[in-house]
């Protein structure tokens, strides 16, 4: 299995501007500081699954050499994890010009549509367009390579799906729960006994909607993992110093980070 961190911020991953006076913002000198939207980007025996596409997905595909997408699964329809969708357009391309397969859940499935009307189908409407065949996701899918478990998180007043890849050829387990307030009790029994698992970890200061970084330790040292990552971080992270500051087994995730899991 291959794991590829595409982006590891938020809409404010990097400040708009510059401010190297704000308490907490991080040192822009450092290349890890600089962070796109959140996806990831994940390869089971040559199976190619994407999750989420934001508004930087077309760059983040040059930047890593990512130029193939077989299965597309939106963890929620926020617009840093669905806006970039449109750029699956090539994706479709390379399929001869056929449907991707799109998973979600009942909300996500709502916004692609509204979104994306003129993508959903079994074929391109035009030749060079996008096209989806949007599912929603199941609590197990069978997928070449392996399989892909679904559990739901709370993302204030929205679920958003967590998502658990099991390749079975290479046995290993990789959980990714982004954008998440907390990790409810199914969730964290189906993240036990993974080999790496990936955390939201918005900020320092606690969040409504999302796990700061001090509720995000909590819950890797309950999951037990060898190796757990933090995500979806803002421009008040800095790379270095919070890195260095984490426990053992523990540690930041950064934009065109690549695991290869045997």
């Known amino acids: 299995m291959e794991v590829v961190f595409l982006g590891t911020g938020t809409s404010q991953g990097v400040p708009m501007i510059a401010q190297p006076d704000l308490p907490g ?22 199976y190619h ?21 077989d299965l597309f699964i939106l963890t929620h329809s926020h617009a840093d994890h669905i806006l970039g969708m ?7 391309d390379l399929r001869g010009f056929s449907a991707l397969p799109v998973f979600s859940n009942p909300n996500g499935i709502e916004r692609i549509k509204v979104i994306f009307p003129y993508a959903i ?22 997928c070449h390579g392996g399989r892909i478990l679904s559990t739901t998180l709370p993302h204030g007043s929205m679920d958003v799906l967590g998502l658990i890849f ?3 050829q290479a046995g290993k387990k990789f959980v990714y729960y982004t954008d998440c307030e907390d990790v ?17 970890a918005l900020r320092h200061e606690p969040h409504s909607t999302h796990m700061h970084i001090e ?3 909590e819950v890797a040292l309950e999951i037990g993992a060898p190796q757990t990552y ?26 065109g980070l690549r695991l290869n899991l045997h």
Not at 49 to 69: H, K, L, T, W, Y
Not at 234 to 249: C, I, K, R
């Open 86 to 92: 449109d750029d699956m357009r090539r994706f479709c």
């Open 25 to 46: 913002a991080c040192d822009l000198n450092n290349p890890r500081n600089w962070r796109t939207r959140a996806s990831v980007h994940v390869v089971m025996d040559g």
């Open 166 to 168: 099991v390749d079975e």
């Open 215 to 217: 509720k995000a330790v």
């Open 49 to 69: 699954i994407q999750v989420d596409a934001g508004p930087d997905f077309r760059s983040q595909c040059i930047s890593n050499g990512i130029d193939e997408v």
């Open 121 to 142: 189908g079994d074929k391109p409407v035009v030749r060079g367009y996008p096209a989806f065949r949007v599912s929603e996701m199941p609590g197990k899918l069978d």
């Open 230 to 255: 933090l995500t979806h971080l803002t421009f008040m992270v800095d790379h270095d110093p919070v890195n260095a500051s984490l426990p053992e087994g523990i540690a930041l995730a950064y934009d």
């Open 184 to 200: 409810p009790e199914e969730a964290l029994e189906l993240a036990r006994g993974a080999d790496v698992v990936v955390l939201d």
